[in-house]
Nanobody, 121 residues
Framework: QVQLVESGGGLVQPRGSLRLSCAAS????????MGWYRQAPGKQREFVAG???????NYADSVNGRFFISRDNFKNTMYLQMNSLQPEDTAVYYC???????????????WGQGTQVTVSS
C-alpha cells in the first residue's frame, strides 16, 4: 500500500552534480530510517547513505564528502545531493525506508523502483 518513488536521475558529466529525490506515498504510516543504495552493472547492490528520522546521516566511504543526504518529514521525502560525480558513480540508485503503519500492526522495509544515474563525458 505504501509506495516509494525515486526521481532526479539522468546523464551528467564528470565533476557534475545531481539531486535525487525519494517520495513516500500512501496513508496512515510513519517512517523511521531511510537510505540510498546503488547497483552498477555486474555488481552487487551497495549501501550509499542512510539517515535517521532525526536527520543523522551515515555515508559509505566511497561517497563521503561528495554526497549529502537529507529528508523532509512533513513531505515524507528524502534527498541525495551528489557532487563531484565520477564515472564510478554510474548505477541505478534505489531508495529504501523503514515503514510502520499507523496502528503499529506491521513494520517493513520498502524499496523504490530505482533511478538511473550515468556519469560520462
Amino acid at each position: 500500500q505504501v509506495q516509494l518513488v525515486e526521481s532526479g536521475g539522468g546523464l551528467v558529466q564528470p565533476r557534475g552534480s545531481l539531486r535525487l529525490s525519494c517520495a513516500a506515498s500512501g496513508s496512515d504510516f510513519s517512517i523511521a530510517g531511510m537510505g540510498w543504495y546503488r547497483q552498477a552493472p555486474g555488481k552487487q547492490r551497495e549501501f550509499v547513505a542512510g539517515i535517521t528520522r532525526g536527520g543523522t546521516p551515515n555515508y559509505a566511504d566511497s561517497v563521503n564528502g561528495r554526497f549529502f543526504i537529507s529528508r523532509d518529514n512533513f513531505k515524507n521525502t528524502m534527498y541525495l545531493q551528489m557532487n563531484s560525480l565520477q564515472p564510478e558513480d554510474t548505477a541505478v540508485y534505489y531508495c529504501n525506508a523503514d515503514i510502520t503503519d499507523g496502528s503499529k500492526r506491521w513494520r517493513s522495509i520498502y524499496w523504490g523502483q530505482g533511478t538511473q544515474v550515468t556519469v560520462s563525458s
